[in-house]
């Protein structure tokens, strides 16, 4: 059982560039989320999708862009890379609103 | 005001000790409460729920304050391996978004 699983691991992007990043789980949850953490600032959510065909915006969703549309994948998507955007990102899912995530190991970007 | 605060630390104890961390919510109608721990440079790993009448995990426990608006962690006897950071977390307004509090940085020295 893989749980959650993000790639790449680690991304080095130059200011401007695009790039996805890449999640799955195979647990059939439904609710799934992505968040990033910076250094003294917490988690953040970005976006978040409670089924297939559904996503919403966490509290910082500028510059990013998710789909889903199977229960297994929530892909998140950056299309102009800014140094703002260097961070951490972790997606995790859960099987219900109040239940607790599951995270994936994580994807370090550094946008130069 | 954030919505969950925690005092980051460090919380420097000794093997067996207990040890206490707090953590405050901004919104009344939070229903749901959780503690994770955090390894450096690891993903967050759920801990444990937060009930409204408390629960005990072995030698951990939480409690719920509604009045005072906080949540603690109470961990008994500690090991070397609960070394680590400690994430509380509370639901929003809408109960679909959950914010996580700053950690707080627990080592536990031999």
């Known amino acids: 059982n893989a749980g959650v699983t993000q790639t790449p691991k680690f991304r080095i992007l130059k200011i401007g560039q695009s790039m996805t990043l890449q999640c799955a789980q195979d647990m059939n949850h439904n609710y799934m989320y992505w968040y990033r953490q910076d250094p003294g600032m917490g988690l953040k959510l970005i976006y978040y999708?409670?089924?297939?065909?559904?996503?919403d915006k966490g509290e910082v969703p500028n510059g990013y862009n998710v789909s889903r549309s199977t229960t297994e994948d929530f892909p998140l998507r950056l299309e102009l890379a800014a140094p703002s955007q260097t961070s951490v990102y972790f997606c995790?899912?859960?099987?219900?609103?109040?239940?607790?995530?599951?995270f994936g190991s994580g994807t370090r970007l550094t946008v130069v | 005001r954030k919505e969950v605060e925690q005092d980051p630390g460090p919380f420097n104890v000794p093997e067996g000790a207990t040890v206490a961390f707090n953590c405050t919510y901004s919104?009344?109608?939070?229903?749901?409460f959780f503690w994770y721990r955090q390894d450096c440079r690891k993903e967050p790993k759920l801990l444990m729920s937060v009930y409204s009448s408390g629960n005990e995990d072995g030698r951990f426990t939480a409690q719920l304050n509604r009045a005072s608006q906080y949540i603690s962690l109470l961990i008994r006897d500690s090991k070397l391996s609960d070394s680590a950071t400690y994430l509380c977390v509370a639901d929003g307004p809408t109960g679909n978004q959950f914010y996580f509090g700053t950690g707080t940085s627990l080592t536990v020295i031999p």
């Open positions: 919104n009344s109608a939070s229903q749901s």
């Open positions: 999708s409670v089924g297939a065909g559904i996503t």
């Open positions: 995790a899912s859960s099987y219900s609103r109040v239940g607790g995530y599951t």
